[in-house]
C-alpha cells in the first residue's frame, strides 16, 4: 500500500514520457526538485507511445505531476486522503509559483486531477485512465438533520431561531457543503449539506436545485472548519460557482453545464472565504483564525499568502442580506 505519484514530462525536444514512483515528489519546491525530476523521467520513464505506459498513468496513482519543458508549464495534484482543503491547496500553488526557482514558469495546482495531466501534454491522453462517476447524493438525504438545535424561520422578519449559539448546527450535524442561493432582491439562503462530492451533487441535480432548495427553511451559514465544499448560486446572473478540494475532470465540468444551460458554472477561488466574499460577508466570526490554521499545519509563510489572498478578494458589492440569527436558551 502507499501513494504512488504518476509524471508525465514533455523534454525540450517534444518527446513525451511518462514515469510512475511509489511516493515520490510532486510539490517540487525545492531548489534543483525539477532539474532532478527531468532526469529521473527521462532515465527511468517510457515513451508514451509504449505499450507499459498505460500501466504507469493508470487508476492507481494518486498524485501527479506536469512538466513541459516546451511551454514551461508546471502542474501537480495531490492525494486526495490529505483533505487538505480548496484554500490551503490554492495558497500552496501561488507560493509555489513565486518560489525563484519557477520563475518564467506557469506554475499552478490540477484541479482537473490527472486530466489536467493530458492537459498540459496531449500526447499522453490515450494512456490517462478517467475516474469513475462519483454517486451524486439525493437532496432529502443531503440535508442535514435540524434536531436538536432548531427552533424555527420566520420568513417575514428573515430570522432563523436556535439553541444556544449561532453555530449549533455544526455540532449537532456537521455538513461538509454549504450552498447560498442569492435571489435578485439580494436576499441570501444558507442550505447545509452532507453530499458525496458537491459538484457531482450540482451536476445530478441541475437547474432545478436552487427552487427544491428554497422551499425548505434555510441553515446557518457554518464555519469554517466545518465545510469543505461549497456553491454560490446567483439566480439574477445565472451564475453558478463552486469549490472543492477534489479533482473535478472536464467531463464531470461538462454534465455539469449541460445541467445547467445558460449559466457560468466555474470555480470560486479560495473556497470558504471566497464563498463569504461572494455572499457579502465578512463573516470574521465563522473564518479561522491563524492560530487554529497555525495548529491545523499551516506554515507561517502560506497563511501570508492566504491572507494576502483574502484580502485581495472582491466582496459583491450589492446589498446581499442573509438571514438574521436568534439564539434562544431553550425551544
Not at 514512483?21 to 508514451?48: C, N, P, S
Not at 502542474?75 to 500553488?93: I, P
Not at 478517467?130 to 438525504?141: G, M, Q, R, V
Request: glycine share 10%; with cysteine.
Amino acid at each position: 500500500m502507499g501513494c504512488w505519484t504518476a509524471y508525465v514530462l514533455r523534454a525540450e525536444d517534444g518527446s513525451c514520457w511518462a514515469m510512475g514512483q511509489k511516493w515520490g515528489d510532486w510539490y517540487l519546491a525545492r531548489e534543483g526538485d525539477r532539474a532532478r525530476t527531468v532526469e529521473a523521467v527521462l532515465r527511468g520513464g517510457v515513451a508514451v507511445g509504449d505499450e507499459r505506459a498505460r500501466d504507469l498513468v493508470d487508476s492507481w496513482f494518486c498524485r501527479g505531476v506536469a512538466l513541459d519543458l516546451v511551454t514551461r508549464r508546471y502542474r501537480y495534484f495531490g492525494c486526495g486522503l490529505l483533505k487538505s482543503g480548496a484554500a490551503y491547496l490554492e495558497s500552496a500553488a501561488l507560493r509555489l509559483a513565486s518560489a525563484p526557482g519557477w520563475a518564467g514558469w506557469d506554475v499552478g495546482y490540477a484541479w482537473a486531477g490527472r486530466e489536467d495531466l493530458a492537459a498540459v501534454a496531449p500526447e499522453v491522453r490515450p494512456v490517462v485512465v478517467a475516474p469513475a462517476d462519483t454517486e451524486a447524493t439525493p437532496l432529502d438525504a443531503a440535508l442535514t438533520s435540524r434536531d436538536g438545535w432548531f427552533v424555527g424561520w420566520n420568513p417575514v422578519h428573515r430570522e432563523i431561531s436556535v439553541l444556544y449559539h449561532e453555530t449549533i448546527a455544526d455540532w449537532f450535524a456537521p455538513a461538509n457543503a454549504v450552498v447560498s442561493i442569492i435571489a435578485p432582491d439580494g436576499i441570501v439562503m444558507d442550505y447545509q449539506l452532507a453530499v458525496n462530492g458537491i459538484v457531482p451533487f450540482l451536476a445530478q441535480h441541475g437547474e432545478p436545485l436552487p427552487a427544491k432548495l428554497l422551499a425548505h427553511a434555510p441553515y446557518p451559514m457554518p464555519a469554517e472548519e466545518t465545510a469543505d465544499s461549497g456553491a454560490v448560486i446567483d439566480l439574477a446572473a445565472r451564475r453558478l460557482r463552486y469549490w472543492t478540494a477534489d479533482s473535478v475532470p472536464p467531463q464531470l465540468m461538462a454534465k455539469s453545464a449541460a445541467r445547467w444551460p445558460g449559466w457560468v458554472v466555474e470555480r470560486l477561488p479560495f473556497g470558504f472565504i471566497g464563498h463569504l466574499a461572494a455572499t457579502g460577508r465578512d463573516g470574521e466570526d465563522l473564518v479561522m483564525t491563524d492560530a487554529e490554521l497555525c495548529e491545523g499545519g499551516w506554515e507561517a509563510d502560506l497563511i501570508d499568502v492566504r491572507n494576502g489572498g483574502r484580502a485581495a478578494l472582491r466582496t459583491d458589492p450589492r446589498s446581499l442580506r442573509p438571514p438574521r440569527i436568534r439564539v434562544v436558551e431553550e425551544a
